[in-house]
C-alpha cells in the first residue's frame, strides 16, 4: 500500500504487524470479532477514533484481506464489515493478548477509561482461553448491563454464544466495569457479590466449576 510503513524485515511477526500494527487497527478487529458492524457503529465504539482515520484503516484491512464488506440482511443500501477467514485467525492471538493485557488494567483504566457490555464477550472468551474444560453439559449466562452471552460447555468443549442460554446452570448479572475488573483480578467475585454489583444465581457447584473454569479462584 503507497505511503504505507514498512519493517523491511524478513520475519513473520513484522509482516504481520505490517498489518495490523498501525495505531487502531487491532481494536477495529476486535469490534469484528464480536461480529459484523457497520461503519457507525465502529466508529461509535472507539472514541478517540476519527471518521477519516477510521475509512483509511478498513481500507487498508480489505486491501490486505483481512476484513470484507458486505450487505446488511434487510438493508440493500446498508454496508457492514466483517472479518473474512484469514482476519478471523487472528482470533486466537488476541485473545491471549487480551488475557495477558488484563494484568495492567488498574483503577485509573477503571475511573477514565472506556467500556461496553459487548466487550464482555471476549472478556469471557479471554478468561477461558486455553483452560481445562469442566467434564459436564451445562451452561453459564452472563447479564451484562444491556448484553447477554452465554458459554455452552459440552464433550470437552466450550462455546461462546450472544443471546441467553435455554437452560442455563447459572446466570451471572453485573455491569460492565464491575465484569472487566473481576477478570483482572482487581476484584474478586466475593468483593463484588459483597458489594451488591454482582449477582449469581445458580446450584453452587455450578458455580463453583464455573469461576474455577474462569480462572477466578487463583492458581
Known amino acids: 500500500m503507497k505511503g504505507k510503513r514498512h519493517y523491511g524485515q524478513f520475519c513473520g511477526l513484522a509482516a504481520g504487524l505490517d498489518v495490523v500494527g498501525e495505531r487502531w487497527a487491532l481494536l477495529i478487529v476486535r469490534e469484528l470479532l464480536i461480529g459484523p458492524a457497520r461503519f457507525n457503529e465502529i466508529l461509535g465504539n472507539l472514541p478517540g477514533l476519527g471518521p477519516n482515520l477510521l475509512s483509511d484503516r478498513l481500507r487498508a484491512l480489505t486491501e490486505r484481506g483481512v476484513i470484507e464488506s458486505a450487505a446488511v440482511p434487510g438493508d440493500g443500501r446498508g454496508k ?36 461496553r457490555a459487548a ?31 452465554h458459554i455452552e460447555v459440552a464433550d470437552g468443549r466450550a462455546v461462546t454464544r450472544r443471546g ?35 449477582r449469581i444465581e445458580g446450584e453452587p457447584e455450578a458455580v463453583r466449576r464455573c469461576v474455577d473454569f474462569m480462572g477466578l479462584l487463583g492458581p
Open 119 to 149: 466487550w464482555g464477550i471476549l472478556a469471557v472468551q479471554a478468561m477461558i482461553h486455553g483452560r481445562p474444560v469442566p467434564d459436564v453439559a451445562e451452561a453459564y449466562e452472563f447479564r451484562v448491563d444491556g448484553e447477554t452471552f
Open 164 to 198: 441467553p442460554a435455554q437452560e442455563p446452570a447459572l446466570v451471572v448479572t453485573t455491569d460492565a466495569h464491575t465484569f472487566v475488573s473481576i477478570g483482572a483480578e482487581m476484584h474478586t467475585p466475593f468483593e463484588a457479590l459483597l458489594s451488591g454489583r454482582l
Open 80 to 115: 457492514q464489515y466483517r472479518l473474512t477467514a484469514r482476519g478471523e485467525e487472528l482470533r486466537e492471538p488476541l485473545l491471549s493478548l487480551a488475557r495477558w493485557g488484563m494484568g495492567f488494567l488498574g483503577e485509573a483504566d477503571a475511573a477514565g477509561g472506556t467500556v
